[in-house]
């Protein structure tokens, strides 16, 4: 099962701290989601292919055309968090206003309720599981948040399984679509999108995927815009992962949906047979399994 996704986001939605007065800032960038947008919805129509578009709250708000747009075009639409803060940097409360802020702007345009979720940068961990409880809360059935390898920010590398699954927490359950997780001599990371995916030839990626039973793909708007500004205050090393090789990401992008057989989030939730997949219960993860 290969499973296309795509987070909307602008271009300075690469981190995941801000400062308190950050509307402000970002209501003065360029806007340039348009550009990633039109190529991600024209690959689609191309092979006509589903995808799950995880949208952050505040895109939501501010370019309702395209949440319609994604909707009217028969698209799932999931949430990405209301001002794509990390999950973990937030108290429950906090995580909870932003959540259902992000849900309810969604909604208001879509007239359909959300029901899938992906945590900005991956960011629930060991230490802020409690976020499954709040996304139970809010009516998520399905979560995308489990990176179950080491990430500079979020990702939960202890996890281990990185197969659709249900995890349990305090007597809630959520289906749960992690990431998949590659492995080349020993080592692990994701090549199904971000700088890994940039970085590695199409073949390699193409033999990886190949060899998959199960893949779960994550691409933004950005990836596709090769001649976007360069967001200040980064590190080399952030900046590397965030711009290197943009220019080819497109054409891989295109072979990818050829090659492959896509199918979105909410049908794979149909063909999972959830009867038959591991459950992780939170309450008992131990940290040194
Ligand atoms: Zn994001």
Same mark, same amino acid.
């Given at each position: 099962?290969?499973?296309?996704?795509?987070?909307?986001? #602008?271009?300075?939605?690469?981190?995941?701290?801000?400062? #308190?007065?950050?509307?402000?800032?970002?209501?003065?960038?360029?806007?340039?989601?348009?550009?990633?947008?039109?190529?991600?919805?024209?690959?689609?129509? $191309?092979?006509?292919?589903?995808?799950?578009?995880?949208?952050?709250?505040?895109?939501?708000?501010?370019?309702?055309?395209? %949440?319609?747009?994604?909707?009217?075009?028969?698209?799932?639409?999931?949430? +990405?968090?209301?001002?794509?803060?990390?999950?973990?940097?937030?108290?429950?409360?906090?995580?909870?206003?932003?959540?259902?802020?992000? %849900?309810?702007? %969604? $909604?208001?345009?879509? @007239?359909?309720?959300?029901?899938?979720?992906?945590?900005?940068?991956?960011?629930?961990?060991?230490?802020?599981?409690?976020?499954?409880?709040?996304?139970?809360?809010? @009516?998520? $059935?399905?979560?995308?948040?489990?990176?179950?390898?080491?990430?500079?920010?979020?990702?939960?590398?202890?996890?281990? *399984?990185?197969?659709?699954?249900?995890?349990?927490?305090?007597?809630?359950?959520?289906?749960?679509?992690?990431?998949?997780?590659?492995?080349?001599?020993?080592?692990?990371?994701?090549?199904? @999108?971000? @700088?890994?995916?940039?970085?590695?030839?199409?073949?390699? %990626?193409?033999?990886?995927?190949?060899?998959?039973?199960?893949?779960?793909?994550?691409?933004?708007?950005?990836?596709?815009?090769?001649?976007?500004?360069?967001?200040?205050?980064?590190?080399?090393?952030?900046?590397?992962?965030?711009?290197?090789? *943009?220019?080819?990401?497109?054409?891989?992008?295109?072979?990818?949906?050829?090659?492959?057989?896509?199918?979105?989030?909410?049908?794979?939730? $149909?063909?999972?047979?959830?009867?038959?997949?591991?459950?992780?219960?939170?309450?008992? +993860?131990?940290?040194?399994?």
């Amino acid at each position: 099962m290969k499973i296309l996704t795509f987070d909307i986001e #602008e271009w300075f939605h690469i981190i995941h701290k801000y400062p #308190e007065d950050i509307l402000d800032k970002w209501d003065n960038y360029e806007v340039r989601i348009h550009k990633g947008m039109d190529k991600i919805l024209q690959v689609l129509s $191309e092979n006509d292919v589903k995808a799950t578009f995880f949208v952050v709250g505040y895109i939501a708000r501010k370019h309702p055309e395209i %949440i319609k747009r994604i909707h009217d075009l028969g698209f799932e639409i999931a949430a +990405h968090s209301d001002m794509h803060k990390a999950a973990y940097k937030q108290s429950r409360k906090e995580f909870k206003l932003d959540l259902s802020d992000c %849900i309810s702007s %969604i $909604e208001n345009i879509t @007239g359909e309720k959300v029901i899938s979720y992906r945590a900005p940068a991956f960011s629930i961990k060991k230490e802020n599981v409690w976020a499954f409880e709040v996304l139970n809360e809010l @009516g998520i $059935e399905y979560d995308a948040s489990i990176f179950s390898a080491k990430r500079d920010d979020g990702g939960f590398d202890d996890f281990e *399984l990185s197969t659709p699954l249900i995890i349990k927490y305090n007597g809630i359950s959520i289906k749960e679509f992690p990431m998949s997780i590659d492995t080349f001599m020993g080592r692990k990371f994701v090549a199904s @999108g971000g @700088g890994y995916f940039r970085f590695f030839p199409y073949w390699f %990626i193409r033999k990886l995927l190949k060899d998959a039973d199960y893949t779960m793909t994550y691409f933004h708007p950005r990836d596709f815009d090769p001649s976007q500004p360069i967001l200040d205050g980064l590190s080399l090393k952030r900046k590397f992962k965030s711009y290197y090789n *943009l220019g080819t990401s497109y054409v891989k992008l295109r072979q990818l949906v050829y090659d492959f057989d896509f199918i979105d989030m909410r049908e794979a939730a $149909e063909i999972v047979n959830w009867n038959n997949v591991p459950i992780i219960d939170l309450n008992n +993860h131990s940290n040194d399994k």
